[in-house]
């Protein structure tokens, strides 16, 4: 394997992958496409937060595949579209789904 082929990531991105880890094993999820309303609503009956987002996108764009493939045992192409715009290349892609199936 040349150096340009691996699936290399930061020490930060490492953290994004075990921030995931940690959302998707309790019972916080990622609802930040949700009517604040409902948000709370959910809050409220369960006594759950959702997830933090992170300030860096890239690092966002780790926790919500990496999340999201724990959770639900499959690889959404849209989150591999959003990796992708923010410079991920297709081994680093398939090295997190890898870790997080």
Known sequence: MTTATQPDLSPPEWRA????????????????????????????????RPANRLADPRLEAIRLFVSDVRRHRRIDHSLCKLLESRGFNSRQIEALALLSL
């Open 17 to 48: 992958i075990a921030i995931a880890f940690r959302d998707a094993a309790g019972d916080r999820f990622v609802a930040h496409a949700l009517p604040a309303p409902l948000r709370r609503l959910y809050a409220s009956l369960t006594g759950s």
